[in-house]
T-cell receptor, first 112, second 113 residues
Framework: KQEVTQIPAALSVPEGENLVLNCSFT??????LQWFRQDPGKGLTSLLLIQSSQREQTSGRLNASLDKSSGRSTLYIAASQPGDSATYLC???????????FGAGTRLTVKP | SAVISQKPSRDICQRGTSLTIQCQVDSQVTMMFWYRQQPGQSLTLIATANQGSEATYESGFVIDKFPISRPNLTFSTLTVSNMSPEDSSIYLC??????????FGSGTQLSVL
């Protein structure tokens, strides 16, 4: 069964710092991987989707990478801002007919 | 991208009652799912809502407790039945096509007294 782990569980950084969030998964046979953002008490906002054939995706200050063979993905946030404070969730899709399996998330705080 | 409207956004319910959560997608989607997020935890899949047939439930979730409907490709409901305080969670609807992003509704924050 696919297990998804996110490290660290929580991270606090000063504004302007670049940071990396880590996600690892146990079964490298994935269909795609998606990063989400969740604000307290809210639903999930999709950030980036990486298909299994891709190595990275970029959107603005965000860059997500995927190394399927090692079972890892990273989310890089450049020039962090207080508005980036949220929980970031990594999820993998085992195949195209399945739901996604989620990590426990990294709670990010960006201090002004 | 799909826009998902989920309601109610929050509710406070009495023990033993039932609550139905609605999920409306602005376009036809192949797949719809229902998740639960308990306080401080990540998301756990409850079931896959299948259009025109019974939902597919994950281990630990049963139809009598969480009946699901999906009458068409844009709408689904989840009912939390005979509620207890342990059912207090955020319930999330999600939808997407194959090989596409999965989109989420804004969630229903349920508190059971």
């Amino acid at each position: 069964k696919q297990e998804v782990t996110q490290i660290p569980a929580a991270l606090s950084v000063p504004e302007g710092e670049n940071l990396v969030l880590n996600c690892s998964f146990t079964d490298s046979a994935i269909y795609n991987l998606q990063w989400f953002r969740q604000d307290p008490g809210k639903g999930l906002t999709s950030l980036l989707l990486i298909q299994s054939s891709q190595r990275e995706q970029t959107s603005g200050r965000l860059n997500a990478s995927l190394d399927k063979s090692s079972g890892r993905s990273t989310l890089y946030i450049a020039a962090s801002q207080p508005g980036d404070s949220a929980t970031y969730l990594c999820a993998v899709r085992p195949n195209n007919n399945n739901d996604m399996r989620f990590g426990a998330g990294t709670r990010l705080t960006v201090k002004p | 991208s799909a826009v998902i409207s989920q309601k109610p956004s929050r509710d406070i319910c009495q023990r033993g009652t039932s609550l139905t959560i609605q999920c409306q997608v602005d376009s036809q989607v192949t797949m719809m799912f229902w998740y639960r997020q308990q306080p401080g935890q990540s998301l756990t899949l409850i079931a896959t809502a299948n259009q025109g047939s019974e939902a597919t439930y994950e281990s630990g979730f049963v139809i009598d407790k969480f009946p699901i409907s999906r009458p068409n490709l844009t709408f689904s409901t989840l009912t939390v039945s005979n509620m207890s305080p342990e059912d207090s969670s955020i319930y999330l609807c999600s939808a997407g096509g194959q090989a596409e992003k999965l989109f989420f509704g804004s969630g229903t924050q349920l508190s059971v007294l």
